[in-house]
């Protein structure tokens, strides 16, 4: 018995609405942003170096399973399971449509599962038109028999209703019959019950020797999901939360649909998601030099040390896709958001940015170094490497620009080490021009020593998700805990943290 450990994940309440045609939600329930939020779920657990052996997923997966297209939608939620790599099973819930359909949907026809030394039983509840629900005689039968055919596993019940405790409400979220089925728990040694189905969710409470708990919604603010870790009979359970715990979070840099590198990044979405998890500002600012030239052309980087290349696109009144992007931007500019440029160097040390985009009424600028004009992959010296780079930065900071991106990540993205010794060194800079330093995790690992470096030089810090995938957009977690790291609290953020001020500019 003591051998067994298993940790689990469980969503519930996804009330998914894609392409499915959908009834009316009410406001709270966000299922247009149900399947990227399983896709952060996943995301977060990565950050916090989190892998569970196994996702249970509570029922009302989508908020129509008979509608048209409602099979699509259940692809959709699928594929992000299957590309969390993490074994799953699903329980339908009452919005799940037919539930043979489903089961067979989830390649769940058996409804009993083992896996790490513990045993699964996955009901599937019948509901009727006036909400109630009830376990069937069969299933209730069925609890002895698998407790019987299975003498000495741990057994999880898994279903969409919550069993106990009861819930003072008028709407009927528990089984009718859910007296008979604690009975049938009891009997045969079920250790742990999870539910869904009720979106505030209810803390676990242990009955007659089963510790039950009710996953709340992950449709629902504040997003919540629960991470199980089972170790022999021992259950310890944490809800956790994809909303901010925290006010006033900018984020500085997010990528649009205009961005080649870009994934599944989309503005519209990207506010939604932002709005809705607690960010206060979100900041759309683009690659300026993919805005200027053609993919090939611009992930090239010829353009670098090829100001004709430059002064060609220039000389167009469009300059590549540039235009365009600031009519863009003055449809998305809002209160929440505010639009800018993320903007390197070329022609030893010019800013990239014409005197036309210069003059331009950008909220921020943002300034990166992604290639070293010098730099050679694999010939260059880490010394050299350091001085190529250096010189780098120390262009860019003379140009009127408020943050800088992702510092050092040209390093690891380069193979090469991470020059603690220089931190303290353009801290230094940073503190000298007003600039802030950025706190990035898009493939990036940042350090909190650089961080502490800058805080103590009076630098502020800026947080940015980076986003060229929607799952980043609003993800903060790994941004937070670095800042503790580096022994930044919530109540330095006032002044630690980067802050627009009335004019927008810092």
């Known amino acids: 018995m003591s051998d067994r450990k298993l940790t689990i994940l469980a969503v519930a309440d996804l009330h998914y609405t894609g392409l499915a045609r959908q009834t009316a939600q009410p406001p709270q329930v966000r299922g247009e942003l149900a399947r990227i939020m399983l896709k952060k779920v996943f995301l977060r657990l990565k950050h916090m170096d989190v892998h569970p052996d196994l996702t249970l997923v509570l029922g009302d997966v989508l908020e129509n399973?008979?509608?048209?297209?409602?099979?699509?939608?259940?692809v959709s939620i699928y594929s992000e399971l299957l590309l969390s790599n993490i074994p799953f099973l699903a329980v339908p819930g009452n919005h799940d449509g037919d539930q043979k359909t489903f089961d067979e949907f989830f390649d769940h026809p058996q409804n009993f599962y083992k896996t790490g030394g513990y045993g699964?039983?996955?009901?599937?509840?019948?509901?009727?038109?006036?909400?109630?629900?009830?376990?069937?005689?069969?299933?209730?039968?069925?609890?002895l028999t698998l407790a019987k055919e299975n003498p000495g596993i741990p057994l999880i019940a898994v279903q969409h209703p919550p069993i106990y405790p009861p819930i003072d409400s008028h709407y009927p979220y528990r089984p009718t019959n859910s007296a008979e089925i604690i009975d049938s728990f009891k009997k045969?040694?079920?250790?742990?019950?999870?539910?869904?189905?009720?979106?505030?969710?209810?803390?676990?409470?242990?009955?007659?020797?089963?510790?039950?708990?009710?996953?709340?919604a992950l449709?629902?603010?504040?997003?919540?999901?629960?991470?199980?870790?089972?170790?022999?009979?021992?259950?310890?359970?944490?809800?956790?939360?994809?909303?901010?715990?925290?006010p006033n979070i900018i984020d500085v840099h997010s990528h649009s649909e205009f961005a080649y590198c870009g994934t599944t990044v989309d503005t519209a979405a990207c506010i939604a998601l932002s709005q809705s998890l607690g960010v206060s500002t979100l900041c759309v600012t683009e690659h300026a030099f993919q805005l200027y030239f053609e993919k090939r052309c611009a992930m090239g980087f010829h353009w670098q040390n090829d100001p004709a290349i430059v002064?060609?696109?220039?000389?167009?009144?469009?300059?590549?896709?540039?235009?365009?992007?600031?009519?863009?931007?003055?449809?998305?500019?809002?209160?929440?958001?505010k639009v800018g440029l993320e903007v390197d160097l070329y022609d030893n040390g010019k800013l990239l940015l014409a005197p036309e985009d210069m003059t331009a009424d950008w909220d921020i600028i943002i300034g990166s170094v992604h290639y070293v004009q010098g730099f050679v992959p694999g010939k260059t010296s880490q010394k050299e490497a350091e001085s190529l780079f250096m010189r780098d930065i120390e262009h860019l900071l003379n140009h009127d620009i408020n943050v800088l991106a992702h510092p050092f990540r040209f390093f690891t993205r380069n193979r090469l080490s991470p020059p603690k010794h220089l931190y303290p060194v353009v801290a230094s800079l940073l503190a000298d021009c007003g600039i802030a330093a950025e706190v990035n995790f898009h493939i990036n690992h940042p350090d909190?020593?650089?961080?502490?470096?800058?805080?103590?030089?009076?630098?502020?810090?800026?947080?940015?998700?980076?986003?060229?995938d929607l799952a980043e957009s609003g993800e903060f977690w790994p941004h937070v805990n670095l800042l503790k790291q580096a022994g930044i609290t919530p109540k330095m953020y006032p002044d630690a943290l980067f802050r627009f001020k009335k004019n927008n500019q810092e």
């Open 120 to 143: 699964f039983i996955l009901y599937a509840d019948s509901y009727k038109d006036s909400h109630d629900c009830a376990r069937s005689e069969t299933d209730l039968l069925r609890t």
């Open 219 to 246: 449709c629902e603010a504040p997003y919540r999901f629960s991470l199980i870790r089972l170790e022999g009979t021992n259950i310890e359970i944490e809800d956790l939360s994809l909303s901010m715990q925290m």
């Open 65 to 74: 399973g008979n509608g048209r297209n409602a099979q699509l939608d259940n």
């Open 448 to 468: 909190a020593d650089f961080i502490k470096a800058c805080f103590e030089k009076g630098v502020h810090i800026a947080l940015a998700s980076d986003a060229h």
């Open 311 to 337: 002064q060609e696109v220039w000389a167009n009144p469009e300059r590549g896709r540039m235009l365009n992007f600031r009519r863009f931007a003055n449809k998305i500019r809002s209160p929440f958001v």
């Open 188 to 216: 045969v040694g079920v250790i742990l019950s999870l539910s869904g189905h009720y979106h505030k969710g209810q803390k676990p409470r242990t009955h007659e020797g089963v510790l039950y708990h009710t996953v709340p």
